[in-house]
């Protein structure tokens, strides 16, 4: 796991990054890197959050390919540097070959099928013991339909828009034979004797609606991309989450709620924070998130109690009208409810979190990059005190962006002495 944050104002973006990387969910190792230039020559940067790697390649390695093929090579917007990165990504064979692709499509195709499978049998295991064999299958492909149909439906409701119902038929057809292959190993009897010819062209199709979809349901990478295109004037953050590539694409979707592109005249200054971000919250809206939602629970339950023993007290002396007064109360339960939520809402907003912000739209630079750091050691600190995995630590690299100066380390590790290695610094700029 990992800590990230974004900082903008006006005047630059800070970027933070820790060092941990978790390995089998227990080896922590305090040396990875997460944040870079995404380009050599204009302020723009990278960071990365999630799977350290994509596909089995590392992303420092994917990051640094892009950046040399990049070359001097500029966008007008930060928007149009995600597109190009996520096109490098589709188009490169070198980093990931066909090969690579079609395992990547057999992994997806398999985790689907498992989740069919096994809500189909979790369903059967309900029966009764004595159900006959022609009952068993019955139910069997009736309920295999069911949960396809299912399944197809969450991932064509996340289609993204413009996307081609023939883009995804061609992919179908063109890897059909392989996702039956891994349909009938997977999904055994119940594709090969309970299902009938149209529900197994659904279970084939079903690959592709979710390769298209901006549905996940496995590992996936977090990607950061901020700074400025050249016809910005702030800077943006596009976030993007993606899980891999294939033949006919990758297989992403942008995260809007931690993207921050708007345009230049409707700019506000933004803390965004990415992965692990509990602590970061507290700071911002001045109360633990899950302390808030214990808060809410208790006052939800509170009040639904209090709503019933009132209609009970009502009720004995005016039991005409008790299914009339129960009503109004819980109406009213609910107001007083929504209204609690409501001004609990804007006095963290305007107490708290527009406090920060307005404070972070004047910070010079410097100290801008000095609260991303400070947000990330939070967050450290905490897992450091507490029985949880110190999945945050480490070295903190910072970054800070500017318009006019570009790309500036403000903190940033090395593997090596940088005094034993001038070659590194000399040759970083040759293309």
């Not at 214990?294 to 019933?308: D, N």
């Not at 903190?396 to 903190?411: E, L, M, N, Q, S």
Request: charged share 30%.
């Amino acid at each position: 796991m990992t800590t990230e944050v974004a900082i903008l104002n006006k005047s630059a973006i800070a970027l933070a990054a820790d060092s941990a990387v978790t390995v089998h969910g227990e080896k922590i190792y305090n040396s990875a890197n997460k944040l870079f230039t995404l380009s050599k020559f204009y302020p723009v940067g990278i960071m990365v959050y999630g799977a350290g790697s994509i596909m089995s390649v590392p992303w420092e390695t994917v990051i640094k390919t892009y950046r040399k093929k990049l070359g001097e090579t500029s966008f007008d917007t930060i928007s149009e540097y995600a597109d190009h990165f996520i096109e490098f990504l589709t188009k490169d064979k070198l980093l990931f070959s066909d090969g690579i692709r079609e395992a990547f499509l057999e992994i997806v195709a398999e985790r689907i099928y498992k989740n069919i499978r096994e809500e189909v049998i979790s369903q059967a295991e309900n029966l009764e013991k004595d159900i006959n064999e022609e009952e068993l299958v019955g139910f069997l492909e009736s309920k295999a339909k069911e949960v396809i149909d299912e399944e197809t439906q969450k991932y064509q409701t996340e289609l993204p828009k413009g996307c081609s119902e023939e883009e995804i038929d061609s992919f179908v057809e063109e890897n059909k034979p392989l996702i039956e292959k891994v349909a009938s190993s997977t999904l055994e009897q119940l594709y090969d004797d309970f299902m009938d010819t149209a529900t197994r062209d659904k279970v084939v199709k079903a690959v592709g609606l979710y390769l298209f979809s901006d549905y996940t349901v496995g590992n996936v990478s977090g990607i950061v991309i901020a700074g400025f295109g050249e016809q910005e004037l702030f800077p943006k953050v596009i976030c993007l989450e993606l899980e891999g590539v294939f033949s006919h694409g990758a297989k992403f979707r942008k995260v809007e709620g931690k993207s921050s592109a708007q345009s230049d005249d409707s700019f506000q200054p933004a803390i965004i924070p990415f992965a692990q971000q509990d602590m970061i919250f507290t700071y911002l809206e001045g109360i633990d998130q899950r302390m808030a939602g214990f808060i809410r629970e208790k006052v939800a339950k509170l009040s639904v109690e209090m709503v019933t023993k009132a209609h009970e007290l009502v009720a004995d002396f005016a039991p005409d009208e008790s299914e009339g007064l129960r009503d109004k109360l819980f109406e009213h339960g609910q107001s007083l409810y929504q209204e609690f939520l409501e001004q609990t809402d804007t006095y963290k907003q305007e107490e708290h979190t527009s406090r920060v912000i307005e404070i972070v739209g004047i910070l010079p630079k410097d100290e801008l990059a000095e609260m991303a750091e400070t947000l990330v050691n939070l967050i450290a600190f905490k897992r450091k005190i507490t029985r949880d995995l110190e999945t945050v630590g480490g070295p903190i690299d910072v970054a800070i962006i500017t318009k006019g100066d570009g790309f500036i380390w403000t903190k940033r590790k090395h593997y090596f002495e940088k005094d034993l290695n001038p070659q590194f610094f000399s040759n970083y700029y040759r293309k």
